[in-house]
């Protein structure tokens, strides 16, 4: 494999035309030769060792966005080949989030362990055409007699073995007659080959270990490399399309299939997704999770699909973030505000408007009466016709948010304060006339007046005001708990860390905020799990659904109302 630059921060805008796709261009000269008869078959290949993440929708988005956009099929496979590591809440997780994605695999739901049968009929075929031997070797020593990218293996002591001890030891291996460890299968190819992937490559080990869908029936177990290849063949899969770190194994997925003279897919490789402020390595994730820096793999915080999913992420923003971003050869990192701009845009199309107090400050509106409720007239979504209206209860005490009045304001602070006059969202104008403290010189209440002739936040004498505030009738308020995410990691590059560290040390420490006393409006009393709105001002939150209860309404917060990446763009632009 050539040199691949290092990766580089991607600084294009949203707006951006699409690099050229040489994906896409490939499978167009396949159709147009006639190769595999004209069609198109992918496949979405996970292992079932941990659960989805961002990483993997653009690979899911890529596979089955070709076998649409090509009128093909693409199959949902499991690559279940290690015991050890893998379950069926892992599989089960994978379906789920692929489902929730927005695709669908019809009857094609398959798992290596499918195959693990004629994969193992086709080892003894390679052992009977002295093509692979079984290997005495430790994995400390097969690793020592692999050699260098400068300097060529050597041998195994074992190599020569005749073709009949081969098959009897491969035999006994399935047998369960040996320890775990003490024996594999190799594939016989050539030791001081370039390429140390085809340096007689492990096909199979013991692992005495039961399987989540065969159970105790096998103890050899075929390797990654061994099984992908032809798990593609077996499936009729056109296009085997991986991430460029599987280029140096294309040869070998090219040598096994042509030495059993089998069904040829082709191998394509594209450069996988990376993400400023996130960590996508698998193994790191299982870290974050199982030493409680998050709180599981579905953690708002997560880059998992079931993390996003319960942070109220909308598919469609994945589909289209992944659509945008595109694929390429070259290894790149995506700033994440380009994530964040795709899910704002969809969320802003259609979810409906709520007002929510986070952090409540107690308003009474002398002049109101105090036994008077009105119902105002409250926009649902802007974006949307549709969408309609609603009534929101206002009465003489409200909620308004702590940081909306100051007591000295500075120059350009216009909302409330001590002698001015503000608007209230679909309300009318106020003015504050009081400040109420306790015995700590806390603000604890705003003596406030208003002006009824302004019902619906105009005045008749053609006065204006600079601020527009939100607010919560009081006397009507819904008691809520919202938690405010933010990024997992405090820097750009996480894994940039002093000596002696690890990623984890770049944890953000303030990525959770919890408010137990939030105010909202009456109408998010019946909010469900899962439910996306736009808390004005404040940005999109949805209803948790591991927390919420029929007794307490949790929120998670999306994501914030501000479009960074827009303004990068503008500033670019």
């Known amino acids: 494999m050539g040199h691949i630059p290092s990766p580089q921060t991607q600084a294009s805008s949203p707006e951006a035309s699409e690099s050229r796709d040489f994906i896409r261009e490939w499978i167009r000269e396949d159709i147009r030769t006639g190769r595999f008869g004209g069609r198109v ?9 941990g659960y989805l993440h961002i990483g993997h929708a653009k690979s899911i988005v890529l596979n089955f966005g070709l076998a649409q956009e090509f009128g093909g099929q693409c199959n949902l496979r499991f690559d279940d080949t290690n015991p050890l590591k893998e379950s069926q809440e892992y599989v089960d997780a994978i379906i789920r989030d692929v489902r929730w994605l927005g695709y669908d695999w019809g009857e094609r739901l398959f798992f290596a362990s499918d195959y693990f049968e004629q994969l193992y ?43 009949e001890e081969n098959l009897d030891l491969f035999r006994r291996m399935r047998a369960g007659e040996f320890p775990e460890g003490s024996r594999t299968l190799r594939a016989k190819i050539d030791m001081a080959s370039p390429n140390l992937n085809l340096r007689d490559p492990v096909m199979y080990r013991i692992i005495h270990a039961p399987h989540h869908r065969t159970g105790d029936t096998w103890c050899i177990y075929p390797t990654y490399d061994w099984a992908h290849g032809q798990c593609d063949s077996l499936e009729g899969i056109t296009h085997s399309i991986c991430t460029l770190e599987f280029e140096n194994h294309r040869p070998l997925y090219d040598w096994f299939l042509d030495a ?46 079931s993390g996003l999913r319960r942070r109220g992420v909308p598919p469609a923003a994945i589909r289209a973030f992944c659509e945008h971003i595109g694929v390429s050869r070259t290894p790149s990192v995506v700033d994440i505000a380009l994530l964040e701009h795709f899910i704002r845009q969809d969320l802003n199309r259609w979810t409906p408007r709520r007002m929510v107090v986070l952090d409540p ?49 500075p120059r350009k602070f216009f909302r409330l304060a001590p002698g001015r006059e503000v608007r209230l969202r679909y309300g009318y104008f106020i003015r504050c006339v009081d400040v109420v403290k306790d015995a700590q010189g806390q603000v604890v209440e705003l003596r406030c007046t208003y002006d009824p002739a302004t019902r619906g936040g105009y005045a ?27 990024r997992l990691f405090a820097v750009e590059n996480p894994e940039d860390v002093p000596e002696g560290q690890d990623f984890t040390a770049n944890i953000n420490p303030h990525s959770l905020t919890v408010l137990e006393h939030a105010k909202a409006e009456p ?23 591991r927390y919420t209860t029929p007794e307490r309404v949790v929120f998670n917060r999306t994501i914030g109302l501000r479009d960074t990446w827009a303004k990068i763009a503008r500033r670019q632009g």
Request: charged fraction near 30%; aromatic fraction near 10%.
């Open 41 to 49: 078959h992918t496949r979405f290949p996970p292992e079932p060792n």
């Open 121 to 163: 009929q086709w080892a003894e075929e390679l052992i009977r055409r002295g093509l692979a031997y079984v290997d005495d070797l430790s994995p400390d020593e097969i690793r020592e007699y692999r050699g260098t990218l400068t300097e060529p293996g050597r041998e195994s002591p074992y190599r020569n073995r005749s073709v």
């Open 260 to 305: 059993l003279g089998v069904y040829h897919p082709q191998q394509i490789e594209f450069a996988r997704l990376n993400l400023t402020y996130t960590v996508l390595s698998k193994r790191k994730l299982i870290r974050l999770v199982e030493e409680g820096h998050v709180d599981g793999w579905d953690d708002p915080r997560m880059p998992t699909l």
């Open 361 to 409: 400050l107690r308003v009474v509106i002398e002049n109101y009466p105090e036994d008077r409720t009105e119902w105002l007239e409250a926009v649902n979504n802007p974006e949307d016709e549709t969408a309609g209206t609603r009534q929101v209860p206002f009465s003489r005490v409200l909620y308004i948010e702590r940081d909306d009045f100051m007591e000295d304001p």
């Open 460 to 486: 008749p004498d053609g006065r204006k005001v600079r601020g527009t505030i939100h607010w919560v009738s009081a006397p009507h308020a819904v008691d809520v708990e919202v938690r405010l995410y933010d």
């Open 523 to 545: 109408s998010l009393s019946d909010a469900q799990p899962g439910d996306t709105f736009q808390f004005e001002r404040k940005g999109y939150f949805c209803v948790d659904t």
